[in-house]
T-cell receptor, first 112, second 111 residues
Framework: GAVVSQHPSRVICKSGTSVKIECRSLDFQATTMFWYRQFPKQSLMLMATSNEGSKATYEQGVEKDKFLINHASLTLSTLTVTSAHPEDSSFYIC????????FGPGTRLTVL | GNSVTQMEGPVTLSEEAFLTINCTYTATGYPSLFWYVQYPGEGLQLLLKATKADDKGSNKGFEATYRKETTSFHLEKGSVQVSDSAVYFCALTFRNEKLTFGTGTRLTIIP
């Protein structure tokens, strides 16, 4: 049990477009999900905490208007990168809280 | 703030060798400590954890002991296998809130 999926696994987009990444808890409900970003050869950095039915809590330095988070149900959180630019290219990982965090496989975003 | 420093990789070992991946932390108070593993193409999985000083976490032949005197949580395995090839992350948290990760150590085991 405790499986978390992400979709898509890879996405390539043009600069200026928006990209939506989905994070789903497949066999449990999660009131809290987390979004992380990982640069090559660097650590996972927490971007925001997503709470079902309320606004996400963003970490210092993360632009909430650029990285829109929606947690509309107990099994789904979405991260939308708005007006993406090449510097947003990264590996985005979500996790869902079930007493401990269970991680999705990640989404690699490449912005051309 | 809180931080985790772990051994830089990559680490390459022969099968059946002894493994140590060092991890030290900086935090105010006594956090819970974790080791996560990321196999190729997969998400992070919890490998083991320890929630208080002198606790030893263990799983799949891996062990790590929470040492508050040295603020360390080094990962060890007595005899590694090819299937242990992965990236290993050390992390800490307080009260199961946000995790602070180390940079990850890529481990490759050659037959």
């Amino acid at each position: 049990g405790a499986v978390v999926s992400q979709h898509p696994s890879r996405v390539i987009c043009k600069s200026g477009t928006s990209v939506k990444i989905e994070c789903r808890s497949l066999d449990f409900q999660a009131t809290t999900m987390f979004w992380y970003r990982q640069f090559p050869k660097q650590s996972l950095m927490l971007m925001a905490t997503s709470n079902e039915g309320s606004k996400a809590t963003y970490e210092q330095g993360v632009e909430k208007d650029k990285f829109l988070i929606n947690h509309a149900s107990l099994t789904l959180s979405t991260l939308t990168v708005t007006s993406a630019h090449p510097e947003d290219s990264s590996f985005y990982i979500c996790s869902a809280d079930r007493g401990e965090q269970f991680f999705g496989p990640g989404t690699r975003l490449t912005v051309l | 703030g809180n931080s985790v420093t772990q051994m830089e990789g990559p680490v390459t070992l022969s099968e059946e060798a002894f493994l140590t991946i060092n991890c030290t932390y900086t935090a105010t108070g006594y956090p819970s400590l974790f080791w996560y593993v990321q196999y190729p193409g997969e998400g992070l999985q919890l490998l083991l954890k320890a929630t208080k000083a002198d606790d030893k976490g263990s799983n799949k032949g891996f062990e790590a002991t929470y040492r508050k005197e040295t603020t360390s949580f080094h990962l060890e395995k007595g005899s590694v296998q090819v299937s242990d090839s992965a990236v290993y992350f050390c992390a800490l948290t307080f009260r199961n809130e946000k995790l602070t990760f180390g940079t990850g150590t890529r481990l490759t085991i050659i037959p």
